[in-house]
């Protein structure tokens, strides 16, 4: 996330200075300058390059061969065939939908309770502090920690959930009651950090605006529908892109508390199931490609299509 | 951080001083399992890792097995994870990555093929071949050989025997639906009459499945392991096993049983027969001693009139890791670890079957171990799981399409089987 802020606050530095660039030969002194901006950002764009670039770039290799560790000598290039091979399989689609069905459901649960915790927190007038503190604890403890309460608090004989909600019933043994207990891990677990990005949000309202609205006879419910919202809209906008990527590649608490049994399977806990139980590195990586091209995707909808941008970058250079 | 604060104040220089105490401090805390276990290495002599599951008394073993070296080398037994997934990924991880830290390893019985060939474990040739050879069982040493070539010592065997109340069925059935249909009957009488199996979604359910196969003289995979075949017999099996979830007399929770919950069921009363390895009967001697003394054993029922039931193989076998720098030690290690000695003591105290035939015959097992005859009888013509590289493919999609057994359809079911079955063979497909 800081890097993303850094390349905002780096973006709305060279919008600014924009305007005078034109087509206008630059000075001696400016471009030393930038000569020495290239310099000294290098060493951090080669350690990212090396970091991030080789990882895709190697993982994309292997997923156009054929190549099983238990096998060793049948490793052969096949160009896409693993695509073919994953994109014509039913269990790939429906870890899909899976994973497609927690996203969406999960984090618009945890949008509508974001808010309502970051105005609690934003009105809070004794004890914010505490207040905030409190909230982030389950965004504090460690998921897989959580989800193993949660397997305990849903087994029967072990918790007191089974037996107070389905009595007789072990509902992580069913598919619906088990996506409905993994989203709402989820949501517990989440709802905090989607708090504090909003708040961030709701720390830009001007108070100013919000109490002309009122002199003017807006209802709270118009207020918030009417001013919050479209001022928030940016900081919405970024906290729904973190936290759709996040459950798209959701993976601890299902691998803790179904791990993927009665077609409960996230598309990160197949290709983790084919790459590290199944030993294929062709068709593991295939789909780690395919993850990671979904994400860009769901990334590429929000920023062009909803205009979802960093918070900062579009007004600095407008300005 | 004291770059961010250049004026350091007076009063903060002590402040500053304590945070590096503390950070020192925990630095020490961090790094010291870190130094402890380099130290381990090089106590003098040679280390023997050896990576096994949790077995009760396992370390008393190592521990006879060290001071029989005296000195040579000394054994760590380094536990593995509970659960058979767990053992196997921890290994196969780090044997992926050529880690030289561990030098003998557990095998479940089902591996063998999938490491061998691999090329992650070494094959045991010339004078160790024949000391793990001689008076071994052919059953278990079948599940250490791959392509001809040894690759594990077996250490300890296990099969599935049928247990049964002699208060409500005074003989045991000799077939499948025999049992199905001596169950019913007593389901009529009102009184208990559940027939167990493992069918829950994992490895016990293709266990089980692998059982029926081989009484019915199937095959769900060729010898060779390379063509998935699901002949007449697979679909018979797969038949019997539909009849049995479909009947009055199964398990409401059928689709969710594993050994332990079937074994509570059993001791509940609530069952008439139970299809389980042999662990069940010290526990029902513990748990119900009341039951236990109408608690009998059986070999598998078949699932054809006038042939014996063949039940699958269990177990773990002991393999040398290719990477280990002490192999000569590591075999003999394992040697140690597997030898009559070893597993007549482990066979008394922690339960688990021998593999070499002379432990059976020894007086002390047959107070411990009353059932051991019904054990070797089935020892010597038993079922072998499939032999493949691609075991854990082939156990995944059977459990997947097999779950639940309710919804079987013998001949649709067979086919689907045959179709994604051939897939993971040929490590093609996408495993669920």
Known sequence: ?319 | MRGAHPGVVPGRRGRSRRYRAAAALGAAFLAAPMVAACGSGGGGGTTINVYYGPEENFQNVVEACNAKAAGRYRIVYNTLPREADGQREQMVRRLAAGDPGMDVLGLDVTWTPEFAEAGWIEEWAGQNRADVESGTLPGPLKTATYHGKLYAAPKNTNVQLLWYRDDLVPNPPQTWDEMLSMAEQLKQQGKPNEVLVTGAQYEGLVATYNTLVASSGGHIISDDGTRAVMDAGAVHALDELRKLATSPVADPSLSNDKEDSIRHTMEDGRAAFELNWPFVYASMRKDRPELAAHFKWAPYPGTLPGMPGKAAIGGFNLAVSTYSRHKPEAFEAAKCLRSAESQKYSAINSGVPPTIEAVYADPDMTQKYPMKDAILQELTDPAVRPITPAYQNASTVISTVLSPPSGIDPQRTADRLRKELQDALDSKGVLP
């Open chain 1, 1 to 319: 996330m800081s890097e993303q802020l850094a390349t905002a606050v780096a973006s709305t530095a060279t919008t600014t200075k924009a305007p005078e660039k034109g087509k206008a030969v630059l000075s001696e002194g400016k471009r030393a300058e930038r000569r020495l901006g290239w310099l000294l950002c290098a060493p951090a764009a080669i350690v990212m390059l090396a970091v991030t670039g080789y990882p895709i770039v190697y993982s994309f290799w292997l997923s156009l061969q054929r190549f099983d560790l238990r096998f060793p000598a049948r490793r052969e290039f096949i160009g896409l065939d693993n695509y073919v091979t994953v994109l014509t399989s039913g269990y790939w689609w429906t870890a899909f939908g899976v994973t497609a069905v927690i996203t969406v459901i999960s984090v618009a649960i945890e949008l509508v309770l974001g808010m309502i915790l970051a105005l609690i927190m934003h009105r809070a007038l004794v004890g914010r502090g505490l207040v905030r503190t409190v909230s982030l604890i389950p965004y504090g403890i460690v998921t897989v920690v959580a989800a193993f309460s949660w397997r305990y608090a849903w087994t029967p004989k072990t918790g007191y959930l089974a037996d107070l909600v389905s009595p007789g019933g072990a509902p992580l043994t069913e598919r619906l009651p088990s996506l409905a207990i993994i989203i709402l891990a989820e949501v517990w677990k989440t709802t905090p950090f989607m708090a504090l990005l909003l708040m961030a949000g709701l720390a830009l309202v001007p108070d100013d605006l919000l109490k002309a609205a009122a002199m003017d006879g807006a209802s709270a419910w118009q207020r918030f529908v009417k001013v919050t919202l479209p001022v928030m809209k940016p900081a919405i906008l970024v906290a729904l892109l973190f936290r759709t990527l996040d459950a798209f590649r959701v993976f601890d608490n299902i691998f803790i508390l179904t791990n993927g049994a009665q077609q409960t399977s996230s598309v990160s806990i197949q290709a983790y199931d084919n790459l590290i139980k199944g030993l294929n590195l062709g068709i593991g990586s295939t789909m780690s490609i395919l993850i990671f091209l979904t994400v860009a995707v769901i990334a590429f909808l929000f920023v062009k299509g909803f205009g979802t941008a960093a918070p900062g970058s579009d007004q600095g250079g407008r300005r």
